[in-house]
């Protein structure tokens, strides 16, 4: 990639994904030939450069050299993106990690809906949304996003009733909303940075990013239309993709 050389890898990081992959991985004398042949670097008569998909994974700032390769995160006490936010982050780093400092924010942040009710057995607090399709839908939006598409970033707004996932690129090649909800493979626009995501295990969760058959949209589907009564909507605006996931209402403990 023009402007990058391999030490803006971290190495550290590779040794952690190589060791979690291969069990029986050591440290390579050629890091160039290593990484060429896992579609991280490109070797010419130049020498050897991180790809695209190295730089997204294992580069400290891959913003610095992919524009629009990070998270906006932007939380509302009202229902429209007004400007007016009450939080707003910009989530960088490799993806992976991006995909872990969002869902633990969903996570820890005092700012995510949630209902809480005191009983003589003690307080009981009522999650609105399910860790794990939040997480879904924090991966989909990053392996799905078009990052050709310059100086456009993935958005995700929350709101007191719902959260908002949007990323660069319209549905790849010939897939279709309605194909998706009956449970059609997905077509996936990066496929090389969805072979690795299969290899990350969220320390949130527990699990993995990425679902193996291809069933993570219809579990994230299932398991938010149950929690909230409104199945999650899923639109293309424009050459955009956005996902809104409801949140619970419980309105028997209203």
Known sequence: MVGSSLDDLDKTRLELYFRRRF???STPEDWASTLAAHKLAAISEAGATPTHLGILLFAEQPEQYISGAYIDL???HHDIPDGNTVDSRQITGPLPEQITKVVSYFQASPLTPIISRKSGDGRRDYPSYIDTALQEAVVN????????????????????DRIEFQNPGALYNTLTIENLYAGCQPARRNQFLTGFMRYYESPVTGSSFLEARGEGFLNLVRDSLRLSGRRPELEQIGEATKLTIYAAQYPELA
């Not at 310059?150 to 707004?157: A, E, H, K």
């Open 74 to 76: 932007a939380v509302y």
């Open 23 to 25: 069990p029986d991985w």
């Open 141 to 160: 939006a990053v392996i799905h996003r078009d990052y050709g598409v310059s100086g456009s970033q993935i958005i995700i707004r929350m709101f007191p």
